[in-house]
């Protein structure tokens, strides 16, 4: 089994710019969630998903869209990215919301 | 605003010695979960205590969680180099389908 993984595991976009990261699991868990990590902030809760077809927004939903056709994925949007999305997003995955499994991050800069 | 806060924010021992690590939280819950993050890697569970359990070890970890005072504790015995890294607490609220995570203890075991 690959876990979770996340794609791209590094991007630079410019101020303005859009982009897509895709995260996808294999275990066949109903949750999935996004965070982003910022120092000395710990982990934030953008978006999550408690099953295929549903969203809900998390503790910092501003500037992000998410999507989940597939049981398996979980894409994140950034419409018009800003320099204040600048951080590590992480991707994880449970089983019906208890123990959580962590993608390996990417990396985003915004110029 | 988070849930559960860490004590220390930062931790440096020798190795062979003992690391204690404490974290606060404000609503009733399910569970606490504890997580080890690596530098620049994503987080790995590794200890689970229920609300209605009060000690819980794993190997060289041991929780306590005291529902009276809304808290926990993570202790790890016989420090390694290798258990450098940051530790996270992570809340499971009763009625809520996600975790609410602190902003971690970064432990250093000097050789």
């Known amino acids: 089994n690959a876990g979770v993984t996340q794609t791209p595991k590094f991007r630079v976009l410019k101020t303005g710019q859009s982009m897509t990261l895709l995260c996808a699991q294999d275990?066949?868990?109903?949750?999935m969630y996004w965070y982003r990590q910022d120092p000395g902030m710990g982990l934030r809760l953008i978006h999550y998903?408690?099953?295929?077809?549903?969203?809900a927004k998390g503790e910092v939903p501003d500037g992000y869209n998410v999507s989940r056709l597939k049981k398996q994925n979980f894409l994140l949007g950034l419409e018009s990215a800003a320099p204040s999305q600048t951080s590590v997003y992480f991707c994880?995955?449970?089983?019906?919301?208890?123990?959580?499994?962590f993608g390996p991050g990417t990396r985003l800069t915004v110029l | 605003s988070q849930q559960g806060e860490e004590d220390p924010q930062a931790l440096s021992i020798q190795e062979g010695e003992n690391a204690t690590m404490n974290c606060s939280y404000k609503?009733?819950?399910?569970?606490l979960q504890w997580y080890r993050q690596n530098s620049g890697r994503g987080l790995v569970h590794l200890i689970l205590?229920?609300?209605?359990?009060r000690e819980k070890h794993s190997g060289r970890l041991r929780v306590t969680l005291d529902t009276s005072k809304k808290s926990s504790s993570l202790l790890i015995t016989a420090s390694r180099a290798a258990d450098t890294a940051s530790y996270f607490c992570?809340?499971?609220?009763?009625?809520?389908?996600?975790?609410?995570f602190g902003q971690g203890t970064r432990l250093t075991i000097n050789p």
């Open positions: 994880a995955s449970s089983y019906f919301g208890s123990t959580q499994y």
């Open positions: 275990m066949n868990h109903e949750y």
């Open positions: 998903s408690v099953g295929e077809g549903t969203t």
């Open positions: 609503t009733s819950i399910n569970n």
């Open positions: 205590i229920r609300s209605n359990e």
């Open positions: 992570a809340t499971d609220q009763s009625g809520a389908q996600k975790l609410v």
